[in-house]
């Protein structure tokens, strides 16, 4: 008997499968699924390769002066800085600044060639009076409104005081930034 069955069944798939039964025989099946996306805030770095390096923020530039000079100097990198930061309102993008190339006990220097002796001190800043110290591998958070999602700028002032007596040439420092979210 459940071989007669088992080919009434198949019979009966057969049947449906061919269309031959009756619309009224046919079951209707609906089920339901959800879609969903999360979009979350964050930010975005133009031109941000697969290793992760946006290459040149720009250049702290604090012009030039005579090797007898005492002068303080001051330069910013917001002017011109060659990358592009786009940030969701209210994320904080944290930013840290390295020692440089050349620090020594916390300080970051510029430097003449390799002679460890031929260094100016220098100091970065949040803002242009150099009242808010970046100090070095020191967090500084970056609030974003929405009047600068579309350009973020880092705050990044320097600030050096020349010692005199220098030896002639260019005094250099290669800084890292990294940028969190």
Do not use: K
Request: glycine share 12%.
């Amino acid at each position: 008997m459940p071989d007669v069955m088992v080919r009434q069944v198949l019979f009966l798939i057969g049947l449906l499968m061919a269309g031959l039964v009756p619309a009224g025989a046919q079951a209707a099946t609906t089920a339901e699924f959800e879609v969903s996306a999360t979009v979350s805030s964050g930010c975005l770095v133009d031109g941000l390769g697969a290793s992760g390096n946006a290459g040149r923020i720009g250049t702290l530039d604090f012009g030039e002066d005579s090797t007898f000079s005492t002068s303080t100097h001051t330069a910013t990198t917001t002017a011109n800085q060659a990358i592009r930061l786009r940030c969701t309102p209210g994320v904080t993008l944290r930013m840290t600044i390295d020692g440089g190339a050349h620090s020594g006990a916390g300080t970051r220097n510029l430097q003449r060639g390799a002679t460890l002796t031929a260094r100016i001190p220098y100091t970065l800043c949040r803002d242009a009076a150099c009242t808010q110290l970046i100090g070095v591998n020191a967090q500084q958070n970056i609030v974003i409104t929405t009047s600068n999602t579309e350009d973020v700028r880092l705050p990044i002032y320097g600030r050096l005081t020349l010692p005199g007596g220098l030896p002639p040439g260019t005094y250099t420092d290669t800084l890292t930034v990294t940028l969190t979210w």
